[in-house]
């Protein structure tokens, strides 16, 4: 699943695509390298990010999956229910929650009546201050008990349970260790019988552990990924597509029972390398 974020602060690529021609363009480019999915963006939900307006938001995201619809499956990131129900009207069919409808808890009414798939990510606290000091007495279990009376949410107010996808929530809400245990141990969060969504692309843990800056966290990146997919994961929400891409497809050619999936013809095909 590639980014899109149409926003001026994003912590990864603010203000590189908030010119609607810069992010729809950007969105061609990430399903050329390979991307199933794009998720767009109009809001940043980075550590003390401000809330955005929601007409703001709707102008930010509508053009852009207008123009975008049709090339691959899109999916909104969105807590606000005006802007999900303008993104599904414009061709959107996933609605990506960080909130996990706890901030707009009629969006699964929505998500329901459309047949709209979504994703439900654990956060501890809001955007604002959820960097404060987060604790947990074991962070694994009560974020799979987050997701798993989330999950059982939408199921009461009509979304079908295959149309969930659950995320831990990376960075949200969580100390370095807590990222390492929750990524250590994300087997726990896969046996709640829902894909799991990951979401470490770029973020500051890598640049913790790597010592490097936003921009050169590709390859830490792709090491987190592959790790969460050895370990149950199974929808990847990344900048960089083409090398993450690689990783994931290089790593599910050793296990036994990879994702149906197929490579790049133009690439990786056609060549003979040793
Ligand atoms: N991370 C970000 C935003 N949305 N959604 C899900 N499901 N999981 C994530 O881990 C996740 C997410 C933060 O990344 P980014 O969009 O690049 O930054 P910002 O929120 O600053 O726009």
Redesign the pocket.
Known sequence: MG?V?V?PD???DGGRYLDHDAAVAHGHELVEEGADWLDV?GE???PG?DPVAEDEELRRVVPVLEDLAGLVPLSI?TSKLSVARAALDAGATLV?D?TAFRSAPELAGLVAERGAQC?L?HMLGEPRTMQRDPHYDDVVSEVKEFLEARLAFAVAEGVPEDRVML?P???FGKTLEHNLELIRRLDEIAALGRPV?M?T?RKSFLGRITGRDVDERVPGTIASNVLAYERGARVF?V?DVAPVRDGLLVAAATVRDPWPTTPRTTTTSTRTTS
């Open positions: 980014v974020n926003t994003s912590f990864s963006g940043s939900t980075r990010a990131d990506n960080v994703i990510m995320d929530g990376i960075g969504v979401g692309s929400r900048h």
